[in-house]
């Protein structure tokens, strides 16, 4: 069975930085895209970035772009998201997922319906 967990997330004052992990478990991740979601207090989870898993392709989200960057380890099974120049607007759970199946290598996902495993989340909370 596929297991995701994050871990990374804290309190952090405007413009400070945090790495956030994803773990994974039941699955060697090298031949699988990656995704990152969020999801603010009272709002809806939106795409943050993904992974394709074959020619290190990324796709960010316009209100993270240049600001936030992921990445792979594949030897630790694992996976990063960096977190630069963070604003309030940053603040809510952080999600990491991966697809059922292998997509495409050079494909990176965006939909919250091409993920079908999800980990529990961690907190980023940005205060002013």
């Known amino acids: 069975q596929v297991q995701l967990v994050e871990s990374g997330g804290g309190l952090v004052q405007t413009g400070g930085s945090l790495r956030l992990s994803c773990a994974a478990s039941g699955r060697t991740i090298s031949t699988y895209a990656m995704g990152w979601f969020r999801q603010a207090p009272g709002k809806e989870r939106d795409f943050v970035a993904a992974?394709?898993?074959?020619?290190?392709?990324?796709y960010y989200a316009e209100s993270v772009k240049g600001r936030f960057t992921t990445s792979r380890d594949n030897a630790k099974n694992t996976v990063y998201l960096h977190l630069n120049n963070l604003k309030p607007e940053d603040t809510g759970v952080y999600y990491c997922?991966?697809?059922?199946?292998?997509?495409?290598?050079?494909?990176?996902?965006?939909?919250?319906?091409?993920?079908?495993?999800w980990g529990q989340g961690t907190q980023v909370t940005v205060s002013s």
């Open positions: 992974l394709s898993w074959s020619g290190g392709s990324t």
């Open positions: 997922a991966t697809p059922g199946a292998r997509t495409p290598g050079w494909r990176v996902p965006r939909g919250q319906t091409e993920y079908d495993h």
